[in-house]
Nanobody
Framework: QVQFVESGGGLVQPGGSLRLSCAASGILFKMYAMAWYRQAPGEQRELVARITSSGLNTNYEDVVKGRFTISRDNAKNTMYLQMNSLKPEDTAAYYC??????????WGQGTQVTVSS
C-alpha cells in the first residue's frame, strides 16, 4: 500500500532554516510528479511546491518562491524541501503527495513546522 512519511519539522526562529524529507513506499516513485502541501490551523491544505517525476522541473507558489527549494532522489524514493528565511506565516503541518492528486493516495501524518521567536 502507498505510504508517505514526512519528517524534519520543528520549532525555528524567524529567518531560520529547516529541511523536510518525504519517504515514499508502495508506489513507483520515479513515475510520479510530486509536491509539498501545507495546512495551517483553520485553513485548507494548500500547494507549496511541485516537482516533475524526473526532478528536472520545479514550480513554487509565490509565497515561498526564492526561499524554498524542492528536490528528489528517485534512487531513495525520497523528496525534500529546503526551507530558508522562514517566516511566522510558514507555520503549518507539511505533507507530501503526488501532483496532481490522482489515485486518491492516502495522506501521511505530516510534519509540523512552527516559526516563532
Amino acid at each position: 500500500q502507498v505510504q508517505f512519511v514526512e519528517s524534519g519539522g520543528g520549532l525555528v526562529q524567524p529567518g531560520g532554516s529547516l529541511r523536510l524529507s518525504c519517504a515514499a513506499s508502495g508506489i513507483l516513485f520515479k513515475m510520479y510528479a510530486m509536491a509539498w502541501y501545507r495546512q495551517a490551523p483553520g485553513e485548507q491544505r494548500e500547494l507549496v511546491a511541485r516537482i516533475t517525476s524526473s526532478g528536472l522541473n520545479t514550480n513554487y507558489e509565490d509565497v515561498v518562491k526564492g526561499r524554498f527549494t524542492i528536490s528528489r532522489d528517485n534512487a531513495k524514493n525520497t523528496m525534500y524541501l529546503q526551507m530558508n528565511s522562514l517566516k511566522p506565516e510558514d507555520t503549518a503541518a507539511y505533507y507530501c503527495n503526488v501532483h496532481p492528486l490522482v489515485g486518491n493516495f492516502p495522506w501521511g501524518q505530516g510534519t509540523q513546522v512552527t516559526v516563532s521567536s
